[in-house]
């Protein structure tokens, strides 16, 4: 699933085809996949169109981080998710946050909702409201004038003012809640930073954070990489790539993905790849080909970075 290593370079033949989530942001070897003449693709950067949904890598495996991250946050949290009332007394159910409502966060926030639990979500884009809602959870909202949403669907960074309005919501929502799901992202960028150490020393202690953007520096400062640490009373999850835990569905999901994205390049006669430069999905996710490397604007942030 990931991009080939440098040590795996010499075992691939001049003109293999490579498709595979390519870390194209922060990948040291792009200008040497078009050195060794391969054709890679990278399935990160297939577009968000209604063609492409069935090889959209992305949204299948974030779909399983969502949900593992529920189950992850039950595994640490000491106490139960749903409400009960028992002889001996009412247990409040679980109030969960999750940030960000892309399909890893509605995946969470459905999960925690089937748990039992009640779930709150926010999202710099106001168009999630209907589905966090459609879902049974609260929205967390802060106004904005301009359009947080990028022309892929993915959330753009915000001015000062909004990120101003936005710690200060966040961190009175967090304070109240006992579980915290983190799955903002933006391409290109290190996660940005929602729950700060204030944050974290102002939430109860028993709290469980489940930090899915920790690989690209988390969106708590607090979150360390691949480790569960226990700090100021709040115990933090740092898993670096949560699908893998769920290994066997992932590797199905992606295996399909794979598939309906390659399917469409065979010839039918000759059983090649006919890499078709006018399909807009293959224009998009095409890195190098013939030594040629095609989108020298990710080498700054990348290969010569």
């Known amino acids: ?58 949204s299948s495996q974030a779909n399983i981080a969502g949900y593992k991250a529920v189950l992850l946050a039950l595994e640490h949290y000491q106490r139960f998710f749903p409400m009960l009332m028992t002889a ?78 936005q710690a200060e919501l966040i961190a009175a929502h967090a304070a109240k809640s006992d579980v915290i799901i983190t799955t903002a992202l933006i391409p290109g960028r290190p996660a940005p930073v929602l729950i700060t150490e204030e944050v974290v020393l102002s939430m109860k202690p028993g709290s469980v954070i489940v930090d899915l953007a920790a ?37 199905q999901l992606y295996a399909r993905n794979l598939f309906n994205f390659i399917s469409p390049m065979l010839d039918s006669e000759s059983g090649g790849l006919n890499i078709n430069l006018e399909d807009e999905v293959i224009e998009a996710s095409l890195l190098c080909q013939n030594g040629e490397f095609r989108k020298p604007q990710l080498l700054k942030s990348g290969g010569e970075s």
């Not at 007394?89 to 639990?117: F, I, S």
């Not at 168009?127 to 947080?148: M, P, T, Y």
Request: with cysteine.
């Open 215 to 251: 690989e690209m520096g988390g969106n708590c400062p607090l979150t360390e990489l691949d480790q569960v640490v226990e700090k100021h009373g709040v115990t933090l999850v740092g898993i670096s790539y949560v699908p893998s835990l769920m290994a066997t569905d992932a590797s």
């Open 1 to 58: 699933m990931r991009a080939p290593e440098a040590s795996e370079l010499p075992a691939l033949p001049k003109g293999a085809a490579v498709a595979s989530l390519m870390s194209v942001f922060s990948n040291p070897l792009l200008k040497d996949y078009a050195d060794h003449g391969l054709a890679c693709f990278a399935m990160e950067m297939v577009p968000r169109i209604s063609r492409a949904q069935s090889m959209d890598v992305l």
């Open 88 to 165: 001996a007394g009412t247990v409040q159910p679980a109030r969960v946050l999750v940030m960000g409502a892309g399909v890893a966060g509605l995946q969470a926030v459905a999960t925690a909702r089937r748990m039992g639990a009640t779930v709150e979500a926010f999202d710099v884009r106001a168009a999630a409201k209907e589905q966090v809602e459609s879902l049974g959870a609260r929205f967390v909202e802060v106004k904005a004038d301009a359009d947080a949403e990028d022309a892929g669907g993915y959330a753009k960074e915000m001015d000062d003012d909004y990120k101003q309005r």
